[in-house]
């Protein structure tokens, strides 16, 4: 890393502690194409939205930063009652034979699901999260297939997995910007953090101890994970996670040249997050309450806000966040519960940050011969 680059770092964590961003413009992008790493993105949990990025797209071996999608997994099996965390699960041989990072499972030996989610996110254990995979799918390979179709259905454009584990193989890829999703719908599962912000445990009685990966966990104030992976082919990676004051921030280093520089790099992009966003509640937008209807059972309808609950914007543009509304001046009925009536643009110092939906709160129906006729009958019953 630069001396320009390095002590743009050092001004944003002394930014972070007083709470004034120091970042002029361009630094971001000089950070970004400076790091000690092949491919890099920090993206903003809130929205999703890609902060700063370094050969996003390119494809790289992601090692055991892999472990991202089987831990998915492993949480979305686990809130749909698919597995539980007390459950006892038996090595079978194949999990016992993993190489790499791992637990030393013995074929036949049992240990519980959360065992085995605790060596998998902590200390990246192989033969743990073969044992979890095989658990779900029935074997590796086709638990390899779900990986594949949930990061087709994340919109990971331009990954493929070949193993549960990270372990070098042809044609298992990822990028920066894929793991930066993939990670972001992991943080979803609330749980996930009782295990990726552990330093030690220990296993099997206190015989076997958990020292986490990801030094961050111990060393970077708000670190929340999430994953670190090294093989001969990816070079050292990570999945880094924090949050501050209600920012959450995901960094992902991939190909950097030794464990220290993933870490700087990680930290860099986290510290760049910290110094120059903010999250800030979005209010409802300021737009007439009901929408006219013609030719409805009611002449009006309500709408209700699709819209995030925050947004995630630099520090500078805090006081100049805006919200444009285009609102339907009227409709045809009949309206559908949920049908679409407008639009709101967010922007923050004159940028797009997002877009969302105004939808109807109930649905109305059209006015038929049949239902004037039936009101008009009660009207002079009433009378």
Known sequence: MSRRVLAAVLAAALAVAAGTPTWAAGEGEALGQQLPAQAAVLLETEGGRVLL???????????????????????????????????????????????????????????????????????????????????IAGSEGAFVERMNQRAQELGMENTHFENATGLDAEGHLSTARDIAIMSRALLTHPK??????????????????????????????????LKTGTTDAAGSCLAASAQRDGLELVAVVLGSPSSDERFSAARALLDYGF?????????????????????????????????????????????????????????????????????????????????????????????????????????????
């Open 53 to 135: 990025e370094k050969n996003p797209d390119t494809p790289l071996a992601p090692a055991s930063v892999t472990k991202v999608m089987t831990l998915l997994l492993v949480m979305e099996a686990l809130d749909q009652g698919q597995l539980a965390l007390d459950q006892e699960v038996a090595c079978s041989e194949h999990a016992a034979s993993m190489g790499g990072s791992q637990i030393w499972l013995e074929p036949g030996e049992r240990m519980t699901v959360e065992d085995l989610l605790k060596a998998t996110a902590i200390a990246s254990a192989n033969d743990a999260s073969v044992a979890l995979a095989e658990l």
């Open 275 to 383: 110094a120059n966003y903010v999250r800030l509640p979005l209010p409802a937008p300021q737009a007439a309450p009901t929408v006219p209807v013609t030719g409805g059972v009611a002449p009006q309808v309500a709408w209700m806000s699709k819209g995030p609950g925050a947004v995630v914007v630099r520090a500078a543009d805090r006081q100049a966040v805006e919200q444009q509304v285009e609102l339907a001046e009227d409709l045809q009925a009949p309206v559908e519960l949920g049908q679409i009536l407008g639009r709101v643009t967010v922007t923050a110092g004159g940028s797009p940050v997002c877009e969302y939906e105004l939808v109807a709160a109930e649905a109305v129906e059209e006015m038929t011969f049949s239902r004037a006729l039936g009101r008009l009958v009660e009207g002079l019953l009433r009378l």
């Open 192 to 225: 996930i953090k009782d295990y990726s912000t552990v330093w030690m445990d220990t296993l099997r009685d206190g015989q076997t101890q958990l020292v986490n990966t990801n030094k961050l966990v111990r060393f970077y104030e708000g670190c929340t994970g």
